[in-house]
């Protein structure tokens, strides 16, 4: 996939390197060792199994309708209103935390859980700075934000 060239790049930590840094941390959770069983019961793996597929194709959904306008980092490229952006302004991160949700109930401890919540909190935190700096950038973007949830 090639992108567009952004119109304003990211700058600084913030917009940067913190994207890259929050993209990696669900993976802490695969490197906890597991303490006791891990979830055997069929039906509850089924569910977990479904939830994590949900949000992969959330996720999945997000993506393609970014399509040459996605990228990690803040940078502006051009404002994407359509398809499941209608309906909210994030599903990519949507469909990262209901997915993830799924492994961590899958993986349960508490170790892990603590970092699952820590991911949202600065999963929510790199939206707005995402939002920040489309904002900025485009007054279309500014109107989206005032109708479209978050």
């Known amino acids: 996939m090639v992108r567009i060239n952004p ?3 990211g700058e600084g930590f913030k917009e940067i390197f913190f994207p890259y840094l929050v993209s990696v941390l669900p993976f802490g959770l695969l490197l906890f060792p597991l303490q006791g069983k891990i979830v055997n019961s069929p039906f509850l793996v089924l569910r977990l199994e479904a939830l994590m597929g949900l949000g992969a194709f959330i996720t999945a959904l997000g993506i393609a309708t970014l399509g040459k306008s996605y990228g990690i980092s803040a940078a502006f490229r051009k404002p994407v209103t359509s398809g499941i952006y209608r309906f909210l302004r994030h599903p990519i991160y949507l469909g990262e935390f209901i997915a993830y949700l ?5 993986r349960f401890q508490w170790l892990s859980l603590a970092v699952y919540l820590l991911f949202v909190a600065l999963q929510i935190t790199r939206a707005k700075i995402e939002e920040a700096k489309l904002a900025k950038n485009s007054p279309e973007y500014r109107e989206y934000l005032k109708k479209t949830p978050f």
């Not at 799924?102 to 899958?106: A, C, L, R």
């Open 102 to 106: 799924g492994v961590t109930i899958f």
């Open 7 to 9: 119109q304003a790049r």
